[in-house]
């Protein structure tokens, strides 16, 4: 084929050949599938070269079809996926007999080194070639090809993969807009994997890991995915983007747990996440968010005129203030700036103490020394329910104080408790927008599983 377009080439302008040599440079191999060429890179074509030669000499090896898939698969070609889970089932259905249990092994990411047998060879192929007509759009058929794989294929073994495989065919009935059975194949995977928690000791932080994925991006039930990711100590890698912290910080948010939120936040520091200003923000506690948001801001490629300034505040504060309070000359409210930075909460606690005596009715006072009591505390924050208590006793009606008693308790999980003071909040100012959203995410935590933890908040 290069051949003759170098050919052709010689009756053309020179552009024409100079984009010849440049299709002549890329490393492209054209192989001959089912009487058909296909353009495939050279490193996956001679992958399929070296499969295609061990499936010849070894036709009922049902591995091969699958390793071939997958090549397939990554380069989306999807219509030779599928014809090769085809030759696959064709094969083991011819050599069913050669497949007993015990005549070939598998390694499994999640899993040791295991046995497997015809039917799970058989579901396998079925489920692969399920998913290539779910990435084909033709969601019926792979709906039609997953059940077939999950329910008919008489895998019943404990590592079936069916825990799995239900979180795809939940995809494809999303992808189809059935949104009721979408939540039911999900909830299916959640049923075997606590069944498979019962059952076994084996890989449970995992299985509980994986739970909580379920919720958080399936199921979107954040509170359920808060629950799961506390009970789980795995990592499946500390240092990236899966780190559970993430997760948590980001869930934590989302339901407007702020302070929680903070606490994981700050696990990363002194490289914040992007967010980690946002519960500062909503907290309105203004010189935290702006201390991440310098940082941020500094170690981002993009930089925005808001983000700039920012940073000249920073560098405002670091220079004028700072050199006081390290000299011990800084006034009360630049100590409080530095301990706030710093964070030092007792400092901050200190401060507030003292601005509440000289000022006995100002809520305001009450709030950011409850606020940053749970900080300092962490799993503990009787101090500052007590707090907000003496001040509800002395400013009473006051709906922004119930509203943060609500809050504390809901950020410590109690979240039936979280509601009547929301609903108290509610009386007190109808129709507040902000209350009103409090109250519809702590009823949604007391229906949850998180209402009934009883470990640390903070791990």
């Known amino acids: 084929m290069v051949k003759n377009l170098l050919k052709q080439a010689k009756y053309r302008k020179k552009p024409c050949f100079i984009l010849i040599i440049a299709f002549m440079s890329i490393s492209i191999s054209f192989i001959a599938i089912n009487n058909s060429a296909l353009a495939i890179d050279k490193e996956n074509a001679g992958k399929i070269k070296s499969l295609e030669y061990k499936i010849e000499a070894k036709p009922e090896d049902p591995s091969n079809y699958g390793y071939l898939y997958n090549i397939y698969d990554k380069l989306k070609l999807y219509d030779e996926a599928i014809k090769t889970t085809d030759r696959g089932i064709k094969a083991i259905n011819k050599h069913k007999e ?9 390694r499994n990411s999640s899993r040791d080194m295991l046995i497997y047998d015809y039917n799970f060879y058989l579901a396998d192929l079925y489920f692969r070639k399920g998913t290539a007509y779910m990435k084909k759009g033709d969601y019926t058929k792979a709906i039609e090809l997953m059940k077939y794989a999950i329910e008919d294929s008489g895998d019943t073994s404990e590592f079936s993969g069916n825990e799995y495989r239900y979180i795809t065919l939940g995809d494809a009935y999303a992808a189809k807009g059935d949104k009721a059975k979408a939540i039911e194949a999900y909830n299916k995977s959640i049923s075997i994997l606590l069944e498979s928690i019962a059952a076994s000791p084996s890989k449970i932080s995992e ?8 919720y958080a991006n399936k199921l979107h039930d954040k509170h359920n995915a808060v629950y799961y990711y506390l009970s789980s100590t795995f990592k499946p890698d500390n240092s990236g983007y899966k780190n559970p912290n993430r997760y948590l910080a980001s869930l934590f948010y989302d339901i407007g747990m702020d302070l929680n939120a903070i606490h994981y936040y700050n696990k990363f520091m002194p490289e914040p996440l992007y967010g980690a200003g946002k519960p500062y923000q909503r907290l309105g506690l203004q010189t935290e968010e702006l201390y991440i948001s310098c940082m941020l801001e500094r170690q981002s490629s993009y930089k925005t005129a808001k983000g700039q300034e920012q940073i ?6 670091a220079q004028n203030v700072r050199p006081l309070c390290e000299s011990s000359k800084a006034t009360p409210e630049q100590t409080l700036q530095c301990d706030k930075q710093d964070g030092n909460f007792g400092g901050v606690i200190a401060y507030y103490k003292n601005a509440l005596a000289q000022t006995p009715q100002a809520a305001d006072n009450y709030i950011k020394i409850a606020l940053y009591s749970y900080m300092q505390n962490g799993n503990d924050y009787s101090d500052s329910i007590l707090t907000l208590e003496e001040a509800d006793k002395k400013i009473p009606a006051n709906a922004e104080m119930q509203y943060y008693i609500g809050y504390i308790y809901y950020n410590g999980f109690n979240c039936a408790k979280a509601a009547e003071y929301f609903k108290k909040a509610l009386v007190l100012a109808p129709g507040d927008q902000k209350y009103a959203e409090a109250l519809q995410q702590a009823e949604k935590g007391a229906s949850s599983l998180l209402s009934k933890w009883d470990g640390p908040r903070f791990k």
């Open 312 to 317: 000249k505040q920073c560098d405002d504060f």
């Open 98 to 106: 050669n497949l007993s249990k015990g005549s070939y092994t598998t």
């Open 207 to 214: 299985k509980q890991h994986n739970i909580a994925e379920i």
